[in-house]
């Protein structure tokens, strides 16, 4: 079956600081992969998708993801965190298979930004 | 452009009562409809999905139930609610043939 691994529950990072979010799947072909953010008490906000092509992604807020195969990743990272970005992150991996596209979610990754 | 409409935002429940959220889809048509919970700590769980009016496919055997009966609009019931059905709900669409799932603002359901 496939899954979806965040394998960090919660992240502290300095304002300022790089951030790097882990999302590895398991999946025989190639994915379609997304990152959502969420704000407390929020829905959530699609910050960018690979679906082919560069593997490298750019998105919203100045994240971007990269896409490796080999590993089976889709990492989030952002050079320089701001306050803002305080918020749960998700990973998710749509099954190709269906015209409905359902979707399997990581757990998510708090992120917390201190001063 | 497409906006997804959740209510109520909030809602605080007896056990054994009813429930009904609604979700509603505008600026576009024939949408996938999607409820999803998620609970206190943890990731996003598929309910119930929806590809067209009046076809509801369930992936989780509870005592939930969903509907659809417009285009753009997909409703979450329950005839009696568990305090296992507290949680943050949330209705998402795609367009048809597309995979990216947009995000309603969620219902938060307490039930006591």
């Known amino acids: 079956a496939q899954s979806v691994t965040q394998p960090d529950i919660h992240i502290t990072v300095s304002e300022g600081a790089s951030l790097e979010l882990r999302c590895n799947y398991s999946y025989g072909a190639t994915p379609y992969l997304f990152w959502y953010v969420q704000s407390p008490g929020q829905g959530l906000q699609l910050l960018l998708k690979y679906f082919s092509g560069d593997t490298l992604v750019q998105g919203i807020k100045g994240f971007e993801a990269e896409f490796k195969r080999s590993q089976s990743s889709f990492n989030l990272r952002k050079p320089s965190v701001h306050w803002s970005d305080a918020a749960e992150y998700f990973c998710?991996?749509?099954?190709?298979?269906?015209?409905?596209?359902?979707?399997?979610f990581g757990a998510g990754t708090q992120v917390v930004v201190t001063p | 452009s497409q906006t997804i409409h959740q209510w109520p935002a909030t809602l605080v429940q007896p056990v054994g009562s009813p429930l009904s959220l609604e979700c509603t889809v505008e600026g576009t048509s024939n949408p996938n409809l999607y409820w999803y919970r998620q609970a206190a700590g943890r990731g996003l769980q598929l309910l119930f999905y929806s590809v067209g009016i009046g076809q509801i496919s369930s992936e989780v055997p509870q005592n939930l139930s969903a509907s659809r009966p417009q285009d753009r609009q997909f409703i979450l019931s329950s005839k009696k609610l568990l305090l296992s059905d507290s949680g943050f709900y949330l209705c998402?669409?795609?367009?048809?043939?597309?995979?990216?799932?947009?995000f309603g603002p969620g219902t938060r359901l307490l039930v006591l």
């Open positions: 998402a669409w795609s367009r048809d043939g597309q995979e990216t799932q947009y």
């Open positions: 998710a991996v749509d099954e190709t298979t269906d015209s409905w596209g359902k979707f399997q």
